[in-house]
């Protein structure tokens, strides 16, 4: 069955629906990879048992968003940063105003007005950490990530030395 089909990768699944995909025979043993959002922001594969649960089953993590949809990318600056950010890119993030009617960003929780300006805090302190190692807030985000589970993949997570 399924002999044409090499690998298998998963987007967004619970560790349920995991178990039982990879009891499937013929089929679970071609699954190798799940991509879910993981990010600081964003802990849920940690906390719902997903990471320990791939890991025994020898499934790779693949985070998709590592950067909390862009809120750890340094565009999202406290109002001290702001013109100097603005200088380097041509715009910055404050507030849900910032974006465009039709990103989809506006629609999610973490960008709601009450709490845009709570995670602009932690993102504050991320920069603050970074400027303390010499590094971009997008390389500590990233180097926590590979921190905490070292077995994550993806091409920018693939090793330290890709965050320098």
Do not use: H
């Amino acid at each position: 069955m399924m002999d044409w089909i090499e690998w298998i990768g998963l987007s967004e699944c619970s560790a349920e629906v995991l178990r039982r995909a990879k009891s499937v025979v013929g089929v679970g043993e071609k699954i190798v990879a799940v991509q879910s959002e993981y990010s600081i922001f964003t802990l849920d594969l940690e906390t719902l048992g997903f990471v320990k649960a791939a890991r025994e089953l020898g499934v790779s993590v693949v985070p998709s968003s590592p950067l909390g949809r862009g809120m750890i990318s340094g565009r999202y600056v406290s109002l001290q940063d702001s013109e100097a950010i603005f200088a380097i890119y041509g715009y910055r993030y404050r507030s849900r105003a910032d974006f465009g009617a039709d990103d989809l960003r506006i629609w999610m929780p973490r960008f709601k007005e009450e709490n845009f300006p709570k995670n602009l805090k932690i993102t504050d302190k991320i920069i603050e950490i970074a400027k303390k190692y010499g590094a971009t807030s997008s390389q500590v985000a990233l180097a926590w990530i590979l921190g905490e589970n070292p077995d994550c993949e993806s091409d920018c997570l693939s090793s330290l030395a890709n965050l320098a």
